[in-house]
């Protein structure tokens, strides 16, 4: 009886499914910003950054490219269905690869620091990600605050380069 019981939970579980398979298919409510009304979310950015251009990602989902203060990144839309009802915005921003670089820098990075992740691709580039949620709309004041941690994220990530670099440079040293 007790393996009939878990079964049928487990089939319940995999029948309910999980983030992986969210998407935002409801309008985006008057007011609020949303990655399933890509406009909205160009817009606030362009208020929030001087240099903001949309374009189309290979797989045609929507992409804004912006130079930053201390980085430039993209604003990707993700969870798409069709090449729309986007479900979250991924801020992202890409560094070449160099040997301080690492993985265990990425390591070290996300140890000490909440927001944004980072990571080392196959190639030995260093991304630094943070993803939010859009689902049933954000209000501007919310979507300015995630942004304003993720400026806040590059700043301290690039104060972290330095320390980084300056430790495995001796002639740095004073």
């Known amino acids: 009886m007790r393996r009939v019981y878990l079964a049928a939970i487990g089939v319940a579980v995999l029948a309910m499914g999980g983030p992986a398979g969210a998407s935002d298919d409801k309008p985006c409510p008057s007011g609020l910003v ?3 009304k890509p406009d909205t979310i160009t817009s606030i950015m362009k208020s929030l950054e001087p240099k903001v251009k949309m374009r189309k990602a290979d797989d045609d989902d929507p992409v ?3 130079e930053g203060p201390v980085y430039d990144y993209e604003v990707m839309f993700m969870d798409c269905k069709n ?6 915005v991924t801020f992202s921003s890409a560094f070449k690869a160099e040997p301080l670089l690492d993985v265990d820098f990425a390591n070290r990075w996300n140890r000490e620091h909440r927001i944004p ?3 080392v691709d196959k190639d030995g580039a260093l ?3 943070l993803e939010v949620s859009t689902i049933g709309g954000l209000t501007r004041a919310n979507f300015r605050d995630w ?3 993720w400026d806040s994220g590059l700043s301290d990530f690039a104060k972290f380069y330095d320390k ?3 430790a495995r440079d001796p002639k740095k040293k004073v």
């Open 83 to 88: 090449r729309a009802q986007c479900a979250a």
């Open 34 to 36: 949303c990655a399933s």
């Open 147 to 149: 942004k304003e941690w």
């Open 64 to 66: 804004i490219d912006v």
């Open 127 to 129: 991304y630094l990600q």
């Open 117 to 119: 992740k980072a990571y």
């Open 164 to 166: 980084e670099s300056d």
